[in-house]
């Protein structure tokens, strides 16, 4: 039988603006854990090896002056310091914990930035709680469309993640390691309709077992050295790299380009399409410096709405 509790984490806990539906509708970065359910939006975590909890969260008040309430379903007895484990993922996924009304001070003098946090006011740029997962996660979505990458990860997830079922009978699975995938042969990760990629994650599954990655010194190295040290592991170049630092690891003073951030930059500041991934790269945080990571999915999400045809 599942049990219950609520957690309210009150506006003048949130640093800033939130719009949880803009953010979470976005696709700014691809998480099939979290589903829509009307109003709400559920997930689950793994606080052990052993046993998941479901949430199930929803925004109350405005965009200025938001509160989140959050459910949280489990098995059993419940899990020592549930309540706190919950509150460290969802200010760290959600980015809560920074002031985003900070960030839009340091970006407004730029009249592009200006008219996209105008526009999409709210739009909080999302973490990875675990980075394992981001890792995993980008190393796939190389040259995949993201209906494709959803598919590969749900196909990963049913094969070895815990299940959790939630009172009206929706299933979610939860993220596998590496050391789960480690333990697949090539043939059962190619049934996860992987592809060519199931040889790559095989690969750095083998690897990340042999040499443990500190991602705690990954947080503290200087960004060229970080981005070199995760290029060294298979499957893993420059865009997945930066995605890694920026969306695991939160380094905001990188800026991750794929086709449609490329689109939106192009479009919106009128340069040359010719221009490469290194230049653009630059070209963004020569404006923006350590907060340019905060525009990646507002150039993201306006180049998807735009451009969505295309």
Request: glycine share 6%; hydrophobic share 40%.
């Given at each position: ?40 939006y ?5 606080v ?5 909890v ?20 489990y098995v ?11 509150m ?18 340091e970006?407004?003098?730029d ?5 996209l ?47 959790f ?5 929706l ?12 333990g697949l ?11 060519y ?10 690897k ?32 997945v ?7 695991g ?36 945080l ?25």
């Open positions: 039988m599942l049990k219950s509790l609520k957690i309210i984490i009150p506006a003048d806990k949130i640093k800033g603006p939130l719009n949880l539906e803009l953010t979470m509708e976005s696709k700014q970065f691809t998480n099939s854990n979290w589903k829509k359910v009307g109003k709400n559920r997930s689950i975590l793994k052990d090896n052993k046993s998941i479901g949430l199930e969260v929803e925004q109350h008040g405005s965009t200025d002056e938001p509160q989140l309430h959050v459910n949280v379903f059993g007895k419940k899990p020592e310091n549930l309540d706190d484990f919950i460290k993922k969802i200010f760290y996924e959600f980015g809560l914990s920074y002031n985003l009304d900070d960030v839009y001070n970006l407004k003098d009249p592009v930035a200006k008219n946090i105008t526009e999409y006011k709210g739009l909080r740029l999302i973490r990875y709680f675990d980075v394992e997962e981001c890792l995993i996660t980008y190393q796939l979505s190389a040259n995949t469309l993201i209906s494709r990458l959803e598919q590969m990860l749900e196909a990963l997830k049913q094969k070895l993640g815990l299940s079922k939630f009172k009206d009978g299933i979610l699975n939860s993220f596998p390691t590496l050391e789960q995938i480690l042969s090539l043939k059962k990760l190619y049934s996860c309709k992987l592809g990629k199931a040889k790559f994650l095989l690969e750095l599954a083998k990340y077992s042999k040499e443990k990655i500190d991602w705690k010194m990954l947080e503290k190295l200087n960004i060229r050295e970080a981005r070199r040290r995760l290029m060294m592991l298979p499957g893993v170049g420059l865009k790299a930066d995605a890694v630092l920026l969306y690891l939160g380094r905001t003073e990188t800026f991750p380009i794929d086709i449609w951030v490329r689109r939106a930059i192009v479009n919106l500041y009128g340069l040359s399409k010719e221009l490469n991934y290194t230049k653009l790269q630059n070209f963004i020569e404006k923006f410096g350590k907060y340019s990571g905060y525009l990646t999915p507002y150039f993201f999400y306006h180049s998807r709405r735009m451009f969505k045809h295309q």
